[in-house]
Every structure is written in C-alpha cells, then in structure tokens.
C-alpha cells in the first residue's frame, strides 16, 4: 500500500487557514473532466491519504479492476502537532502527517467504464469512508 505524500514541498510546515466555503461555479475542479461519474464534496474538511487510498481500493474492488479512476485530490498539507503535556510557546509543533484540505464543491474522485448504476452504487459505498459529506454526481 504506497500512500500519497508529496516528494518535495516549499515549506516543512504551513500556518493554519480558513477552508473557503463554495467555488465559483464555473471552476475547473467542480465540473466532470474526465470520467462520466464523479464524486463531489458538500462540505469543507480534512481528507488523509489513507482515507484516500480506502476510497480507491473500494471502488477498484466493486468493479473488478474495469474502468479508469482519476483521484482528483492530492494530500500535500502538512499537520503538525505538539507531544502531549508541552507547556506553550518553544515554536510549533512536529511533523504529523500530509492532508488533503477539501472545499465544499470540489470534485474529490472521476469514474469511468462500467455501468452507471454500478459505478454509482461503488461511489456511495466508497463516500461512507470519507469524512465529509459527499454526493454523486454524473454526465447525461
């Protein structure tokens, strides 16, 4: 199981921002590109790459390894946390792990290659193992 982690960043550690709300409506990561089904966020939050790799390992298995598969998302966020029982100050915390930080609106997966009724039913199964509300949504 290889996770994704980015092999090299800018900074080690980032500051904490906000996670804006809905993207414009005719921006490049709402709309489907590549697939005919896809998989879009509700709600902001926080993906992990092991959440990530779950999600694909779901729908790899419900649909026998036909079709394609573009994960639109990328953890490459870096969390930091302090040990247990630090008193503050003495600088930010260590390196915990990479994140994905989603915005509501933003498509998180594309499928393509089975049946529509199948791949749907693969997505709502693989949307249970993320942490933000999800829905699905397809070409005509």
Known sequence: MTLLIPEKTKFKKYQKRKIRGFEKRGSST????YG??????????LITPQ???????V?????????????????????TRKTKGLRMGRGKGAFKNYIFRARAGRLLIEF???????AMLSLRVAATKLPVKTRVI???
């Open 51 to 57: 959440q990530i790799e779950s999600v694909r390992r």
């Open 59 to 79: 729908i790899v298995r419900a649909n026998r390894k036909s079709g394609k598969i573009w994960i639109r998302i990328f953890p490459d966020w870096v969390v």
């Open 138 to 140: 397809y070409k005509n």
């Open 36 to 45: 005919n089904i896809g998989l879009q966020a509700l709600e902001s939050g």
């Open 112 to 118: 393509q290659g089975r049946s529509l009724f199948k």
């Open 30 to 33: 709402s709309g489907l590109h």
